[in-house]
């Protein structure tokens, strides 16, 4: 009888990051830890601690130095961004000013081959989900901050990502939106039941979203 692996969600093993200079600067260093499915796991750091570099490494914008990045047990380390099935929301977004709000959120369906009538059907989705319905032509200058990091996480979540990666979402939004919006992404990837990992440098965020934490300092891990 063969045995069939275990579904473990992500396992980073050993992960090391190291920046060119003279001397190199190493921002990861042997980081390992593990991810259920479905877990949303928060990166806790001051700035400079290691955070984004982890996370531009699980997603493959940077190369390792060192380690391992799997998914299920398969081996991702060597894995082209495109192909790894992760999404990654960045701290302003980074929609696309030429489009409107329709336009960004079907961008991923469009390059998986998505069929219009099935993009249409899929926005109108995620559009309800994040409170924006009837939104579908605006402009992103016509929309509010709090508004725009909606679309980037409707736009995120389109290609329906096994795993989401959140850098600093809500650090430019003023502190009763982001108490609000927090709430609101928690409650949006439970009821999608989406694996995710929020860096943020605020204990009080962690709280709201994250099933856990863990802090990272000069690289390092220690758990929370």
Same mark, same amino acid.
């Given at each position: 009888?063969?045995?069939?692996?275990?579904?473990?969600?992500?396992?980073?093993?050993?992960?090391?990051?190291?920046?060119?200079g003279?001397?190199p600067v190493?921002?990861?260093?042997?980081v390992?830890?593990?991810?259920?499915?479905g877990?949303?796991?928060g990166?806790?750091?001051p700035s400079?601690?290691?955070?984004?570099?982890l996370?531009k490494?699980?997603?493959?914008?940077v190369p390792?130095?060192?380690?391992?990045?799997?998914?299920?047990?398969?081996d991702?380390t060597h894995?082209?961004i495109?192909l790894r099935?992760?999404?990654?929301?960045?701290?302003?977004?980074?929609?696309?000013?030429?489009?409107?709000?329709?336009?960004?959120?079907?961008? %991923?369906? +469009?390059m !998986?081959? /998505?069929k219009?009538?099935d993009?249409? #059907?899929?926005v109108?989705e995620? =559009?309800? *989900?994040?409170?924006?319905?009837?939104?579908?032509?605006?402009?992103?200058?016509?929309?509010? %901050?709090? +508004?725009? !990091?909606? /679309?980037?996480?409707?736009?995120?979540? #389109?290609?329906?990502p096994?795993l =989401?990666? *959140?850098?600093?979402?809500?650090?430019?939004?003023?502190?009763?939106?982001?108490?609000?919006?927090?709430?609101?992404?928690?409650?949006?990837?439970?009821?999608?039941?989406?694996?995710?990992?929020?860096?943020?440098h605020?204990?009080?965020?962690?709280a709201?979203?994250?099933s856990r934490?863990?802090?990272?300092?000069g690289?390092r891990?220690?758990?929370?």
């Amino acid at each position: 009888m063969v045995k069939r692996k275990r579904a473990t969600g992500l396992e980073l093993t050993d992960v090391t990051v190291e920046y060119p200079g003279n001397p190199p600067v190493t921002a990861v260093d042997r980081v390992s830890l593990t991810l259920a499915r479905g877990e949303t796991l928060g990166l806790l750091g001051p700035s400079g601690s290691g955070k984004s570099s982890l996370l531009k490494a699980i997603v493959g914008i940077v190369p390792l130095r060192s380690g391992r990045v799997r998914w299920d047990g398969n081996d991702l380390t060597h894995t082209p961004i495109h192909l790894r099935g992760f999404g990654l929301v960045f701290q302003d977004g980074q929609l696309f000013p030429h489009r409107d709000v329709t336009g960004n959120i079907s961008f %991923g369906l +469009e390059m !998986q081959g /998505v069929k219009p009538e099935d993009r249409r #059907a899929r926005v109108a989705e995620l =559009l309800s *989900l994040v409170g924006l319905e009837g939104y579908e032509s605006r402009r992103l200058d016509e929309l509010s %901050g709090g +508004e725009r !990091q909606r /679309v980037a996480l409707a736009r995120s979540l #389109a290609p329906r990502p096994r795993l =989401l990666l *959140l850098d600093e979402p809500l650090s430019s939004l003023d502190r009763e939106l982001r108490n609000r919006l927090a709430a609101d992404i928690k409650e949006i990837l439970t009821s999608t039941g989406t694996t995710a990992i929020i860096v943020t440098h605020d204990p009080d965020e962690v709280a709201m979203m994250c099933s856990r934490f863990v802090r990272i300092d000069g690289g390092r891990l220690a758990l929370g």
